[in-house]
């Protein structure tokens, strides 16, 4: 199946620092959504845009899609060591069968 | 409150012995899938369903049954496990799986010697 992509793999940042992660996908979509994991639990959905979208945001989260590079960004502003986390990316297609495929994730260490 | 749940969440067991690990949600959604998760690897789907008695592969099936005979449950067979099927497993459930999110589950440790 075609993964969306992360980069990097793995973020190391001081609290109240911004942090930036990046997803690349390869078929056409219909949206894509970013997830997140805290170690061990089940994924927890943060946002969703659509593909005629180009910016979104949800309180510090704030991500841009530009379909025409096929890429993504998740920019999380002022970050807390509470965000530490794994986060994927999901991408939705527009054809075949309808569901998400999920990259690998990047792997968000914020210290205090 | 929504929520999909699964049972149970972590299990030890040996080669060949049958186990099934069930998922239940709440929210009169239609498409319910599985996955698993190992490091390095991501999230790998391995059935989907649909709808009631709507079931489908996804990318890694081979080993695991699935069955769908009420919107609410959609439980993960292993019929003969083997090692290779240590895992960390997730249910999700969704509206439209490709349009709207997906609610997971807790998420299945299983261990399998």
């Known amino acids: 199946s075609q993964q969306g992509e992360e980069d990097p793999q793995a973020l190391s940042i001081q609290e109240g620092e911004n942090a930036t992660m990046n997803c690349s996908y390869k078929t056409s979509i219909n949206n894509l959504q970013w997830y997140r994991q805290n170690s061990g639990r089940g994924l927890v959905h943060l946002i969703l845009i659509r593909s005629n979208e180009r910016e979104k945001h949800s309180g510090r989260l704030r991500v841009t899609l530009d379909t025409s590079k096929k890429s993504s960004s998740l920019l999380i502003t002022a970050s807390r060591a509470a965000d530490t986390a794994s986060y994927f990316c999901a991408t939705g297609r527009t054809s075949g069968y309808s569901t998400l495929t999920f990259g690998k994730g990047t792997m968000l260490l914020v210290s205090p | 409150e929504a929520q999909v749940t699964q049972n149970p969440r972590y299990l030890i067991t040996v080669t060949g012995k049958k186990l099934t690990v069930t998922c239940s949600q709440n929210?009169?959604?239609?498409?319910m899938s599985w996955y698993r998760q190992d490091p390095g690897l991501g999230l790998r789907q391995i059935y989907y369903s649909m709808n009631v008695e709507v079931t489908d592969k996804g990318d890694v099936p081979e080993g695991y049954k699935v069955s769908r005979k009420e919107k609410r449950n959609f439980p993960l067979i292993l019929e003969s496990p083997s090692p290779n099927q240590t895992s960390l497993y997730f249910c999700a459930s969704s509206l439209y799986p490709g349009i709207n999110e997906q609610f997971f589950g807790p998420g299945t440790r299983l261990t399998v010697l």
């Open positions: 929210m009169n959604h239609e498409y």
